[in-house]
């Protein structure tokens, strides 16, 4: 049962969040979104970006408990944002910054997120897991509108970073907590040269879902 999509429904508290001025944002809905790398401030205020660029839902499960996904899209936007403010932030040298903004503009080929998932049971959360024994599978969707008709294309991903052994994640994703398990999920830019991400006026969406239950996190894209 489907509870909440794309709102940042609950907040997260994290002491080590002051470290990059993170604050987090409640029961706000975030807008559209432009993925594309068309420059940023030389200093941003990355609870700012980090806010534009996650999503966060919960749904009640059948089985009991509650399912809780928050999600970061790595954009080209937002990664080149993240660097500017981590260049700062970690008082990286000129070439260091511009080698980081370098690598941030290189395509990669590939969609990727950072997510943060909570079970009622442990044992269930295990997204690296194969499909046939996981709980939760992931999924991205693609929508030419808003996300009311069948998606035009729907891609499983490539590969699923347990990121439990490392910690700098928690810091830059501060929805991260002792409580949840943190993932980095890479699918695939395009399917038989269709890109993922749709165009202008459509909508990303990213899925869990498992017999227990399902989230979706949305994503508009900007006119």
């Given at each position: 049962?489907?509870?909440?999509?794309?709102?940042?429904?609950?907040?997260?508290?994290?002491?080590?969040?002051?470290?990059?001025?993170?604050?987090?944002?409640?029961?706000?809905r975030?807008?559209?979104?432009?993925?594309?790398?068309?420059?940023?401030p030389?200093?941003p205020?990355?609870?700012?970006?980090?806010?534009e660029?996650?999503?966060?839902?919960?749904?009640?499960?059948?089985?009991?408990?509650?399912l809780?996904?928050?999600?970061?899209?790595?954009?080209?936007?937002?990664?080149?944002?993240?660097?500017?403010?981590?260049a700062?932030?970690?008082?990286?040298s000129a070439?260091?910054a511009?080698?980081a903004q370098?690598?941030?503009l290189?395509?990669?080929?590939?969609?990727?997120?950072?997510?943060?998932?909570?079970?009622?049971?442990w044992?269930?959360n295990?997204?690296?897991?194969?499909?046939?024994?996981?709980?939760?599978?992931?999924?991205?969707?693609?929508f030419r509108?808003?996300g009311?008709?069948?998606?035009?294309?729907?891609?499983?991903?490539?590969?699923?970073?347990?990121l439990?052994?490392?910690?700098?994640?928690?810091?830059?994703?501060?929805?991260?907590t002792?409580?949840?398990?943190?993932?980095?999920?890479?699918?695939?830019?395009?399917?038989?040269?269709?890109s993922?991400?749709?165009?202008p006026?459509?909508?990303?969406?990213?899925?869990v879902?498992?017999p227990p239950?399902?989230?979706?996190?949305d994503?508009?894209?900007r006119g």
């Amino acid at each position: 049962m489907l509870i909440s999509t794309g709102a940042r429904g609950r907040q997260h508290t994290l002491a080590f969040a002051a470290l990059l001025g993170v604050a987090t944002a409640f029961g706000c809905r975030a807008g559209p979104v432009d993925p594309r790398s068309n420059g940023v401030p030389t200093r941003p205020n990355y609870s700012a970006v980090l806010q534009e660029w996650t999503r966060d839902g919960e749904a009640y499960l059948a089985l009991g408990g509650r399912l809780f996904v928050s999600a970061t899209w790595l954009s080209p936007a937002f990664l080149q944002a993240q660097v500017a403010a981590r260049a700062g932030n970690e008082d990286f040298s000129a070439a260091e910054a511009d080698a980081a903004q370098r690598d941030v503009l290189t395509a990669l080929n590939e969609v990727v997120f950072v997510i943060g998932v909570n079970t009622p049971e442990w044992g269930w959360n295990h997204l690296e897991a194969p499909e046939d024994t996981a709980v939760f599978r992931l999924r991205l969707r693609h929508f030419r509108g808003q996300g009311r008709d069948a998606p035009l294309i729907e891609v499983a991903p490539l590969r699923v970073e347990r990121l439990e052994s490392k910690p700098k994640f928690a810091l830059l994703y501060p929805f991260i907590t002792p409580l949840h398990i943190g993932y980095r999920v890479v699918f695939p830019e395009n399917v038989s040269g269709v890109s993922v991400v749709p165009g202008p006026g459509g909508l990303l969406r990213l899925v869990v879902a498992g017999p227990p239950g399902s989230v979706a996190l949305d994503w508009a894209i900007r006119g």
